[in-house]
């Protein structure tokens, strides 16, 4: 059974975290007189400070997904979310994290920052984990395994069973990144979080929910872990238009569930296209909305694109991913543009 107190720093066990004037009140009776935040008094709808928990973003994600609020912990973007994570876990010059490339860049940027170690463990040729050989690569100074499902770039699921002989072998935390898991049909982990103290589970606004530009990530987890993140975390992390934004996008979940089945419509459609596209090899099955590619020369294709108005993904220098273009699913009029200008520059 794994101790998530044995793998916490020494340094964050013993911090006192910083209390700001919101989480030494709280209440918003109209009338209440705040003199405690030496704010601006005058109302302009960001006078205040946001609130410090996020609570009403936290009670809709809560209903949306079935996870009770203590489980949840939302940061600016994803980003900072995993940036909590290692600075919570991961001692500076002495701790390791396994990534398995190619994969998604944040993971071996944030372990840089923060010095720590990355041992890669590449996936398979069908861009599958290796399970045996990333067991065999932890010790015990291995403190965070990355797990990104759907994986981006190559936007395949990881199966069920390699994920979960994971969470059960690995001893220390395991971050399955469901940044996709909305464009996917497999089911999320989420589910799982009750069977797994050293689980965390992310997941992002950025893309099934359209606001990107907002910066909200989502981190699920035990109440244990939630509560070691919350004592780092700087006490206003999320800003006020970021939550007012998120709770009426999140109000409207017809709006999001509408948007994610056109995606996918037209995701199907533009994989059945590039398949007539004659310098294409391979198409990569897809769960998330973007897919991979082979082509003859990715560089060249890709030059060829940008000339013509449209930016893809070179991910021709990822390990595994020779030659491989990222195109991202966009309206049905810009994925028409994109076939058509594939066929066109077919000829040279
Ligand atoms: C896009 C993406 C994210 C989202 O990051 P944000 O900081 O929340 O925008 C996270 N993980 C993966 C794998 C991604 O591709």
Request: glycine fraction near 4%; proline fraction near 5%; include cysteine.
């Amino acid at each position: 059974m794994i101790n998530i107190q044995d793998l916490i720093r020494p340094t964050i066990k013993a911090l006192k975290p910083y209390s700001s004037a919101r989480d030494e009140f709280q209440g918003n009776s109209d009338d209440m007189v705040f003199l405690d935040a030496n704010e601006n008094p005058f109302e302009n709808g960001v006078n205040r400070y946001p609130d410090p928990q996020q609570r009403t973003v936290k009670s809709l994600l809560s209903k949306i997904k079935g996870i009770p609020e203590q489980n949840i912990l939302l940061g600016n973007g994803s980003d900072e979310v995993l940036d909590l994570i290692f600075r919570a876990f991961c001692e500076p010059n002495q701790d390791n994290v396994i990534t398995l490339p190619p994969t998604y860049g944040m993971y071996s940027v944030l372990a840089n920052v923060n010095a720590i170690e990355i041992k890669s463990v590449q996936l398979d040729d069908d861009f599958q984990p290796k399970v045996d050989a990333i067991l065999n690569t932890a010790n015990s100074q291995s403190k965070l395994l990355f797990l990104c499902s759907p994986n981006n770039p190559t936007a395949n699921s990881f199966e069920a069973k390699s994920i979960e002989s994971l969470v059960n072998k690995f001893k220390g935390i395991v971050v399955i990144d469901e940044a996709y898991i909305d464009f996917s049909n497999k089911e999320s982990w989420l589910t799982r979080l009750h069977d797994f103290p050293n689980l965390i589970v992310t997941q992002t606004l950025s893309k099934a929910y359209g606001m990107a530009g907002i910066r909200l990530g989502i981190c699920y987890a035990s109440e244990e872990i939630i509560s070691v993140l919350n004592r780092i975390k700087p006490p206003y992390n999320v800003n006020e238009l970021t939550q007012q934004k998120a709770i009426s996008q999140l109000e409207q979940q017809k709006l999001t569930q509408q948007q994610v089945s056109d995606i996918l419509k037209q995701r199907d459609l533009l994989i059945a296209n590039l398949e007539s596209v004659d310098y294409i090899s391979k198409i990569y099955p897809s769960d998330a909305n973007f897919v991979l590619a082979k082509v003859d020369n990715a560089t060249k294709r890709y030059n060829q694109l940008i000339e013509k108005g449209i930016v893809i993904r070179n991910r021709t220098t990822q390990p595994g991913c020779e030659n491989c273009l990222r195109f991202t699913i966009g309206t049905s009029e810009e994925n028409e543009k994109l076939i058509k200008t594939l066929l066109l520059i077919s000829k040279s």
